[in-house]
Nanobody
Framework: QVQLVESGGGLVQAGGSLRLACAASENIFNSNRMGWFRQAPGKQRELVAFITHGSITTYVDSVKGRCTISRDNAKNTVYLQMNSLQPEDTAVYYC????????????WGQGTQVTVSS
């Protein structure tokens, strides 16, 4: 069964930190890429970061230096550590995965809300 389950969202003050987790079923964890996207109210969903099966990471410019994506292969889990959070980081954060050989994200979690208060 294809499954991605996010956790770790919540309410935090500006300047605070959160760590999001995405537990994946084993058949997804072998994906070429696993990533985090976010969608703020009234805005399009955007990529935040992704990590390849070989643990190469890529970040959108707005989070570089503030966020770290990592994976724990023993737990089939991908993490997104977010520091120095700002109100503009408020969004629903989604975990996503590609197929084993693909580059398009085709598997999606249900999302977790991150709210940053000023």
């Amino acid at each position: 069964q294809v499954q991605l389950v996010e956790s770790g969202g919540g309410l935090v003050q500006a300047g605070g930190s959160l760590r999001l987790a995405c537990a994946a079923s084993e058949n997804i964890f072998n994906s070429n890429r696993m990533g985090w996207f976010r969608q703020a109210p009234g805005k399009q969903r955007e990529l935040v970061a992704f990590i390849t099966h070989g643990s190469i990471t890529t970040y959108v410019d707005s989070v570089k230096g503030r966020c770290t994506i990592s994976r724990d292969n023993a737990k089939n889990t991908v993490y997104l550590q977010m520091n120095s959070l700002q109100p503009e980081d408020t969004a629903v954060y989604y975990c996503a995965a590609t197929t084993v050989l693909g580059s398009s994200f085709v598997y999606w979690g249900q999302g977790t809300q991150v709210t940053v208060s000023s």
